[in-house]
């Protein structure tokens, strides 16, 4: 049996429609599925849409967040309350095809632990979106060698990998990120990235920017590392000023320089700044996982009153 995690934030009308296409590409390959709906906080009424499907289809269950507690805190709570032997992760909107789930779990019964779903295109993102992605997922790539190319939330992960996700305590989690710091057998699928049905993109520019910060700081400390290097260079510098000053100074030289003075001031305030930042985003994280609080908060569930299997409580 496998476990479809949708996590689901106001996405009205589309929560039947991905309902019904799911059960649909599910039932004709003959796939034993169970649907994890998480309502990540919504104001209108996808929770009524959760109830009723939950009520019509046994197979469907849904899982109501307190408030809206972003993402990655719903595909958590998803694969936490999961009982399949395998669970995929996919977005409601239908940007990620169902379609591309049978073959998912044929790669999964062929052995592979962790499925991922790479893009072959990126259809109805803007240019601008499309080349910060790219940027990110180069950077993120390069800096903590964890492959994020191409990569997106869309994946099959095989119940020892989904156990090795629960383990990780960590606040602001990357699934993106840690689900392939993980390891294990890994497969990938290519997939046609789907026009959204209905409702706009959740993603401001930014929350992306906030993702892919807390993304980066979870990851590597390699900016931290800049900041010391940039220190050390600017040392170098400095002294080499410092020493040719002096020696004007000695020799009875000029009081000219405004120019170099003025542009050291603005060059160092700047890399001071920057470096104070960099240092600020990671003593916020620390901040947030000394507190230890609950990444999520579920107020209601729906359908069957399944026991987790997995899950100690
Ligand atoms: N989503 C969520 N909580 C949020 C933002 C988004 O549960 O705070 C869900 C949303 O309902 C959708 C998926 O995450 O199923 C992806 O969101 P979206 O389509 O807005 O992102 P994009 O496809 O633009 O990356
Ligand atoms: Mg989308």
């Known amino acids: 049996m496998i476990s479809v995690v949708a996590p689901i934030w106001n996405e009205g ?3 039947d429609r991905f309902v019904a ?3 649909e590409v599910l039932g ?3 796939i034993d599925f169970e649907l994890v709906l998480v309502d990540d906080g919504s104001s209108d009424d996808s929770w009524a849409r959760i109830n009723h499907q939950a009520l019509v289809d046994p197979r469907v269950r849904g899982l109501r967040l307190s408030r809206n507690f972003g993402k990655e805190a719903a595909l958590l709570a ?3 309350h ?3 032997d395998a669970v995929v992760v996919i977005d409601s909107d239908l940007q990620h095809p169902p379609s591309a789930i049978p073959p998912m779990v044929r790669r999964w019964q062929e052995g592979a632990h962790v499925v991922e779903a790479v893009k072959r295109n990126r259809a109805g993102q803007s240019i601008g979106n499309r080349i910060s992605a790219k940027l990110f997922n180069r950077t993120f790539t390069r800096l903590t060698r964890v492959d994020l190319v191409d990569a997106t939330d869309f994946r099959l992960l095989a119940r020892p990998a989904v156990d090795a996700l629960r383990r990780m305590p960590e606040h602001s989690s990357f699934f993106r990120g840690t689900s392939s710091w993980i390891g294990f057998t890994r497969a990938t699928v290519e997939v046609e990235i789907d026009h959204r049905e209905g409702g706009a993109s959740r993603w401001t520019a930014r929350r992306l920017a906030r993702l892919a910060v807390n993304g980066l700081t979870s990851f590597t400390s390699a900016p931290l590392h800049l900041v010391t290097l940039a220190g050390l260079g600017f040392a170098v510098f400095a002294l080499i000023l410092g020493v ?3 020696i004007r100074w000695i020799s009875g030289g000029s009081v000219a320089g405004f120019t170099t003075v003025i542009l050291l001031l603005l060059v160092t305030g700047t890399f001071v700044l920057i470096g104070l930042g960099v240092i600020g985003e990671y003593l916020a994280r620390i901040h ?3 507190r230890g609080r609950p ?3 579920i107020q209601e569930r729906a359908g069957a009153d399944v026991p987790d299997r997995w899950v100690v409580e």
């Open 21 to 23: 296409r799911l059960s």
């Open 244 to 246: 040719q000053t002096v």
């Open 78 to 80: 998803g694969l936490e």
């Open 295 to 297: 990444r999520y908060l």
């Open 28 to 30: 004709d390959a003959q």
């Open 13 to 15: 009308p589309g929560v």
């Open 82 to 84: 999961a009982n399949g």
């Open 288 to 290: 947030e996982e000394v």
